[in-house]
């Protein structure tokens, strides 16, 4: 049973077009995080939250936000997609901060 | 700046041999993490370690860490095709930072 859910699974998006990614999870999980993933490159953490606390690591653009209504669902939004935002882009959750997470299958966008 | 540097960056082995893969750090760690990732998917948690743990085992795996140098090493026994993937290592800082991870080694299993 899928434990953590990305819808989609492949975006497409115009330049400059909002786009909202979504997660969810069955693991009543305390934390989720959003991840950017590039070809061949190491996941890049965007941000987190512990509960309803925010967490938004230094260098990641203001064109990136995140909301997280309840436990179960966070959402990962693009205000102005560029060219170079094009990637796959990983939600996970654990129970801790020091704890092993949880991967969903990834969500890969594309800009045109 | 990148925590964890995995070595090789791609490794090529036949199917019943092992494959060993390392991971450097640089700072004190609360503990280490294992994942593997195939081709477009997302990652699975293989196996973490603790700061005060120095070796683990989870069926044809093998972690072992040394915190004086700093690194630890991942080991599959009998590879199989099935393994073929890229693993990342990724570190946990002490304090209640998230992990930051390495660029990972991309291992093929030739059948």
């Known amino acids: 049973d899928a434990m953590v859910i990305q819808n989609p699974r492949y975006q497409v998006t115009q330049f400059g077009k909002p786009v909202t990614l979504s997660c969810s999870q069955t693991?009543?999980?305390?934390?989720m995080y959003w991840y950017q993933q590039k070809s061949s490159q190491a996941p890049k953490l965007l941000f987190h939250?512990?509960?309803?606390?925010?967490?938004n690591e230094a260098d990641t653009p203001d064109n990136f936000q995140s909301r997280r209504p309840n436990t179960s669902f966070c959402f990962l939004d693009i205000r102005s997609p560029g060219l170079g935002d094009a990637a796959m882009y990983l939600c996970?959750?654990?129970?801790?901060?020091?704890?092993?997470?949880?991967f969903g299958p990834g969500t890969r966008l594309t800009v045109t | 700046s990148q925590q964890g540097e995995e070595d090789p960056q791609a490794l090529s082995i036949q199917e019943g041999e092992n494959a060993t893969m390392n991971c450097s750090y640089k700072?004190?760690?609360?503990?280490l993490q294992w994942y593997r990732q195939n081709s477009g998917r997302g990652l699975v948690h293989l196996i973490l370690?603790?700061?005060?743990?120095r070796e683990k085992h989870s069926g044809r795996l093998r972690v072992t860490l040394d915190t004086s140098k700093k690194s630890s090493s991942l080991l599959i026994t009998a590879s199989r095709a099935a393994d073929t993937a890229s693993y990342f290592c990724?570190?946990?800082?002490?304090?209640?930072?998230?992990?930051?991870f390495g660029k990972g080694t991309r291992l093929s299993v030739i059948a």
């Open positions: 990724a570190t946990l800082l002490s304090g209640n930072t998230p992990l930051v």
């Open positions: 939250y512990y509960d309803k606390d925010f967490n």
């Open positions: 700072t004190s760690i609360n503990n």
């Open positions: 996970a959750t654990s129970s801790e901060l020091d704890y092993e997470q949880y």
């Open positions: 693991l009543n999980h305390n934390v």
């Open positions: 370690i603790r700061s005060n743990e």
